[in-house]
């Protein structure tokens, strides 16, 4: 049983330039949420896609941007890349209601130059 | 002031004795909460969620839920160097809707 899987594993980028992560969820599970976690810090929540809409946001700018397809899946793209986008981006996957958690992907190590 | 707030660490404990971990949170509409064990450059794992007043046991892990104090805390007994990792305390419930409010993580450190 697969867990949540995401791609590139590692990017790195200039300033300005535009950048998508990717993620497919666990089995069985159709919420995906993305964290940011920089170095040193406990994730931050960006948002969350249900039902291919974005269902809850927090507080990252609209250079932040996500989509998620039929088959759950989900990308993030974040446009006109700064140097404090350089952090650990994680995918998380849940059932609906997440009662039980959140399953975290392995996560993209994204540096910007 | 962070809605999760747990000390940094790093809190260093010889193999076999009791880890306890420590995590208060300000948003009193938090009511669930889920510990994360986080190795260096990996991905969270969750290892346990708890949601009444109380205590709650799996195997070595006791995670404990004091709502009137605003306070959750992590035992693990038995610690093992293969403990060693960050562990991180996360909040969800009224104001923050599906999201995990994280606290920066503890540092734990078990020496042979």
């Known amino acids: 049983d697969a867990g949540v899987t995401q791609s590139p594993t590692h990017l790195i980028k200039t300033r300005g330039q535009q950048v998508t992560l990717r993620c497919s969820p666990k089995?069985?599970?159709?919420?995906v949420s993305w964290y940011q976690q920089a170095l040193g810090q406990g994730p931050q929540f960006i948002f969350q896609?249900?039902?291919?809409?974005?269902?809850q946001r927090g507080n990252f700018p609209d250079r932040f941007s996500g989509h998620q397809f039929p088959n759950y899946s989900s990308e993030l793209n974040v446009n006109a890349l700064l140097l404090g986008d350089s952090a650990l981006y994680l995918c998380a996957s849940s059932r609906t209601t997440a009662h039980y958690g959140y399953t975290f992907g392995s996560g993209t190590r994204l540096t910007v130059v | 002031q962070k809605e999760v707030e747990q000390n940094s660490g790093p809190l260093s404990v010889p193999e076999g004795a009791i880890a306890s971990l420590n995590c208060t949170y300000s948003d009193r509409g938090s009511q669930s909460f889920f510990w994360y064990r986080q190795y260096s450059g990996k991905s969270p794992e969750l290892i346990m969620f708890?949601?009444?007043?109380g205590d709650k046991e799996d195997g070595r892990f006791t995670a404990q839920l004091n709502k009137a104090s605003q306070y959750v805390s992590l035992l693990i007994r038995d610690s093992q160097p293969s403990d060693s990792a960050t562990y991180l305390c996360a909040g969800r419930g009224k104001h923050s809707g599906y999201a995990l409010n994280f606290g920066k993580g503890t540092s734990l450190l078990v020496t042979p």
């Open positions: 896609y249900y039902e291919e809409e974005e269902r």
């Open positions: 089995s069985g599970h159709d919420t």
């Open positions: 708890i949601y009444s007043n």
